[in-house]
């Protein structure tokens, strides 16, 4: 019963629970603890350049995400495809015929 203890829920809110509440929680709870990861990815990144920055010296020193990139610095953008209006007026003559 691993969903009871880290969704917070009684046994019988989880099993009264419909299945789109159970995955709506879940998400919620994922999108929670990725956000406590990144914190901690991030403050414990934040110390290491500190502390090898103590070392060199100031022209040398180096950003926190040159010396450890991390898997949410750069998050992907959605790609936006363009049709052409040909495109598009070949598709509808496909579909109808």
């Known amino acids: 019963m691993w969903a009871i203890g ?3 829920v009684s046994t ?15 998400h919620v ?17 934040q110390q290491t350049s500190f502390l090898v920055n103590l070392q060199l010296d100031k022209k040398s020193k180096v ?5 450890w990139p991390l898997w949410f610095d750069e998050k992907e953008e959605p790609k936006i495809i363009e049709t052409a209006p040909d495109n598009i007026q070949q598709l509808i003559k496909a579909v109808n015929g």
């Not at 709870?29 to 990144?45: D, K, V």
């Open 6 to 8: 880290h969704l917070d």
């Open 12 to 26: 019988d809110e989880f099993w009264l629970m419909k299945p789109v509440e159970f995955f709506m929680r879940m």
């Open 29 to 45: 709870y994922n999108e929670t603890r990725e956000g406590q990861q990144q914190f901690q990815a991030n403050l414990i990144r």
């Open 63 to 67: 950003s926190p995400k040159k010396l």
